[in-house]
């Protein structure tokens, strides 16, 4: 699968500056910003990390990119012969958090007294993505916090 996206790179940014850890620098902050303030972006600087990341512990292999001054794409291989997690077999059209709510009504069936800054530590992602995932699921009536803060538990209604 090729992602391809046009884009103006700063001119001191090459192939091996992106694979490292590095400071973003979106060429729309106001864009970016939105995206991160809704939950969208966890870190800034560290989309192509995690795609790498995610390759590893899947056993695919490292994507490979291509870049200039105009654009970036991502050639992604797939995998053959490999099951994959239930949870993230979903199609575009479901949306992102798919996975993340099933992975999420998971933990909370093992531990239904879990917080949600454990829940984010344990799927490493930042506490705004989890709450705006309990907050969905909330307003669904899939899940209901019963008891306070300290000593509550979650229950799941469907």
């Known amino acids: 699968m090729y992602i391809s996206n046009d884009c103006v790179f ?13 400071a973003s620098r979106p060429y ?7 995206f991160f303030r809704a939950g969208y972006v966890e870190v800034w600087g560290r989309g192509i990390q995690k795609i790498c990341e995610a390759c590893g512990e899947l056993g695919a292999p490292m994507p490979e990119y291509e870049i200039t001054s105009e654009f970036i794409t991502i050639s992604l291989k797939a995998l053959n012969n490999k099951k994959r997690d239930v949870g993230l077999d979903v199609g575009l ?3 992102l958090d798919v996975g993340l709510e099933n992975k999420i009504l998971s ?8 917080t949600q800054k454990e829940i ?9 993505t989890v709450q705006r995932i309990f907050k969905k699921l909330s307003k669904d009536k899939t899940i209901e916090r019963i008891g306070g803060k300290r000593f509550g538990q979650w229950i799941i209604k469907k």
Request: no cysteine.
């Open 107 to 114: 933990i909370i069936r093992s531990n239904p007294q879990i």
């Open 10 to 22: 700063p001119s001191d940014w090459t192939k091996d500056n992106l694979m490292r850890r590095h």
């Open 28 to 34: 729309n902050p106001n864009i970016a910003n939105t």
């Open 120 to 128: 984010a530590i344990h799927l490493s992602v930042t506490e705004r």
């Open 93 to 95: 059209d479901v949306g």
